[in-house]
């Protein structure tokens, strides 16, 4: 069946620490996304990029990195410049970048500081 | 500027009664919209989506939406809720101007359901 992997399930970085988090895809959608999820603040874009080797910044970059040189991979990397990291962090892709376009998600990663 | 709101963040509903969330949106045209619903520690999953036509549309799960283009609402309805329900659900509408800061949809902050036995 085709759909969204991320891993790990938890991740726990160090003070000072990058951390990337893996997002795969096996629908040969063209667009991705990185969410991250704070309780009472629903969904808030990272980043998105629409095809390969293009990205673009969503509303909250800062401390965060991505690349997009497979189609179906598009890791994301919190940094340490990332003060509040911990999170629930959520990979989707739709198929095209139009506004008619769902998302389909992962099952997401719970990244917590230790 | 486009937004989607989603009233209630916290909905209680006895096990077999009626359900229905609420979302409004703000927009120039006649708008994508889309439910999600999320389990906890889960992803999202797509319950229905409404483009054009029939303004009432039939979803996975039992559940329904209508499209009110005078009230802007694309209210989720189910007839008769089960515990299984119990979940986040969010309200999302597709973006005319994608390619800016927001990617394709803009999400409502989610509404919380709990079903009491």
């Known amino acids: 069946d085709g759909g969204i992997t991320q891993s790990p399930k938890y991740l726990f970085r160090k003070e000072g620490q990058n951390v990337t988090l893996s997002c795969e895809q096996n629908l040969n959608h063209d667009a991705m996304y990185w969410y991250r999820q704070d309780p009472g603040q629903g969904l808030r874009l990272i980043y998105y990029s629409q095809i390969v080797n293009d990205f673009q910044k969503g509303d909250i970059a800062e401390g965060y990195s991505v690349s997009r040189e497979k189609k179906e991979s598009f890791p994301l990397t919190v940094t340490s410049a990332q003060k509040n990291p911990t999170a629930f962090y959520l990979c989707?892709?739709?198929?095209?970048?139009?506004?008619?376009?769902?998302?389909?998600f992962g099952d997401g990663t719970r990244l917590s500081i230790l | 500027a486009q937004s989607v709101t989603q009233p209630d963040i916290h909905i209680t509903v006895s096990e077999g009664a009626s359900l229905e969330l609420r979302c409004n949106y703000s927009?120039?045209?006649?708008?994508?919209l889309f439910w999600y619903v999320q389990s906890p520690g889960q992803g999202l999953q797509l319950l229905l989506k409404?483009?054009?036509?029939?303004?009432l549309v039939q979803g996975i799960k039992g559940f329904e939406a209508e499209f009110k283009r005078s009230q802007s609402s694309f209210n989720l309805r189910k007839p008769s809720v089960h515990w299984s329900d119990a979940a986040e659900y969010f309200c999302a509408v597709g973006l005319l101007n994608y390619g800016g800061s927001q990617g394709n949809l803009i999400f409502g902050k989610g509404t919380k359901l709990s079903v009491k036995p």
């Open positions: 989707a892709s739709s198929r095209a970048s139009g506004a008619d376009q769902p998302q389909h």
């Open positions: 927009y120039g045209a006649t708008p994508y």
């Open positions: 409404y483009f054009s036509g029939d303004t």
